[in-house]
């Protein structure tokens, strides 16, 4: 039996709309599809009949499947001879676990490619009218998770630099420690009036967005019982506030 191929799919940041062609394309060809709970579900139907679909959670703060299980699942259908795609959301290789994944199949022998997706940490800011750079304002945004807290040891994120930085923040899944990094960014000299705004379930019809400075969004989150997905910008550009004038068909 010939050994399949694994496909990393990125879904985007939730509307279905937002996935690419190539990506719905490997859907609705794969046989085998591995989806967590951050990928647009609704793409699902697209899948062909009789194809297997596997639930692996990832549901924030929920149901998790080991991502050593999940790398396990997708050798062993590829093994099987069978066409496997591994359904994300965002962008794979954006905070994504995507080359964890690519490094497994690449180890047992199983080709793998990945098909890019538009990453929520662009798309998120966009959908709430906050572009990342800004002729005359800034020039450059950087991306950083926010899973721990600035002083926790598992953070190996570099919050001195961060704090001094001259272009637009990005923090992803940094909605439960979302005090701590904003108080830890004053600490380490970022201006408090710094405008700052979350952006909650991006991309979706109930989407949230929350503007303030970095002092005063941690009160304002708690205010509104914001969980995640959520993803928090910081910066000039947040003061920016585009709002769209034209209706999405």
């Not at 609705?28 to 194809?51: F, N, S, T, W």
């Not at 794979?92 to 199949?105: I, K, N, T, Y």
């Not at 020039?139 to 598992?154: I, K, R, T």
Request: net charge negative.
């Amino acid at each position: 039996m010939s050994v399949g191929e694994v496909v990393l799919v990125g879904g985007g940041p939730g509307d279905p709309d937002l996935l690419t062609v190539g990506g719905l394309r490997a859907l609705q060809q794969a046989d085998v599809v591995l989806y967590d709970h951050l990928a647009p579900l609704a793409c699902l139907d697209q899948a062909k009949p009789g194809a297997t679909l596997i639930d692996v959670g990832k549901v924030p703060r929920g149901c998790q499947t080991a991502q050593a299980d999940i790398n396990a699942l997708l050798v062993e259908h590829a093994r099987r001879g069978a066409s496997v795609v591994r359904f994300k959301g965002g962008d794979p290789f954006v905070l994504g676990r995507g080359s964890e994944e690519w490094l497994a199949c690449a180890a047992a022998g199983v080709p793998v490619r990945v098909i890019p997706g538009v990453s929520s940490a662009i798309a998120g800011p966009e959908l709430a009218g906050i572009p990342l750079t800004h002729r005359g304002v800034t020039q450059n945004f950087s991306v950083v998770s926010g899973h721990v807290g600035p002083d926790h040891p598992a953070s190996s994120v570099n919050w001195d630099a961060v704090a001094h930085s001259s272009g637009t923040i990005v923090i992803l899944m940094g909605v439960a420690h979302l005090a701590e990094i904003c108080q830890g960014l004053i600490r380490r000299g970022l201006d408090g009036d710094t405008p700052a705004a979350i952006v909650a379930r991006a991309a979706m019809p109930d989407q949230l967005v929350l503007r303030g400075t970095v002092a005063t969004l941690p009160e304002l989150a708690a205010a509104s019982s914001v969980e995640p997905p959520a993803l928090t910008v910081i910066g000039a550009v947040v003061g920016l506030a585009l709002e769209p004038t034209a209706t999405p068909y």
